[in-house]
């Protein structure tokens, strides 16, 4: 159990749609990020948020967005569902975005567009 | 960049068997190095990380040296149970947001 909270943790869109996914990070951490792992693969980096503000972003096109609220929560925004978004979508949390502070994850939301 | 090559797997073993998951990283910069691993339908969990070369993580009888010669953290354990089944991920993280960069997995099976 990582303290890390996330929803739905399994929901099907059409393609064109958008969908917004929900993270509760650990209590105490400020920092979020939001990880899209495809099947098979490796997680990849789609974006970090520091005390509201975004931190840093991978190499995903702009109709991903993210939002982090004063209570360090963080929502994960899809526009334009393409068939390749279909992943599962990992939040994780940690205290301050330093190297070699460890890092926990959520579940994860699975997400399937057809 | 930042890379992360593992074996490619299923790696197979029966129980009691000796463990060896490869994985070598190149990094810009000094990176921290972590295993987390994958239950079938869960998500990432922290198994051990290391910070600095030379440095051992150990956890639930696993363990991985930083090798910053040879560039690499290998995963081993002495002898594995069934409920070691899982996939296993190996991941560096540098000074730019402590963002993690993985690999690709290494799903491992272990028979009884």
């Known amino acids: 159990e990582t303290g890390v909270t996330q929803s739905p943790t399994h929901l099907i869109k059409t393609r064109g749609q958008q969908v917004t996914l929900r993270c509760s990070s650990q209590s105490g951490h400020n920092t979020v990020s939001w990880y899209q792992q495809a099947l098979g693969q490796g997680p990849q980096f789609i974006f970090q948020?520091?005390?509201?503000?975004?931190?840093g972003r991978g190499n995903f096109p702009p109709r991903f967005s993210g939002l982090q609220f004063p209570n360090y929560s963080s929502e994960l925004n899809v526009n334009a569902l393409e068939l390749d978004d279909s992943a599962l979508y990992l939040c994780a949390s940690s205290y301050d975005s330093k190297q070699g502070n460890t890092i926990y994850f959520g579940e994860g939301s699975w997400l399937t567009v057809v | 960049g930042n890379s992360v090559t593992q074996m490619e797997g299923p790696v197979t073993l029966s129980e009691e068997a000796f463990l060896t998951i490869n994985c070598t990283y190149t990094a810009t910069g000094y990176p921290s190095l972590f295993w987390y691993v994958q239950y079938p339908g869960e998500g990432l969990q922290l198994l051990l990380k290391a910070t600095k070369a030379d440095d051992k993580g150990s956890n639930k009888g696993f363990e991985a040296t930083y090798r910053k010669e040879t560039t690499s953290f290998h995963l081993e354990k002495g002898s594995v149970q069934v409920s070691d089944s899982a996939v296993y991920f190996c991941?560096?993280?540098?000074?730019?947001?402590?963002?993690?960069?993985f690999g690709k997995g290494t799903m491992l099976l272990v028979s009884p």
């Open positions: 948020y520091y005390r509201e503000e975004e931190n």
């Open positions: 991941a560096l993280s540098v000074l730019e947001y402590s963002t993690l960069t």
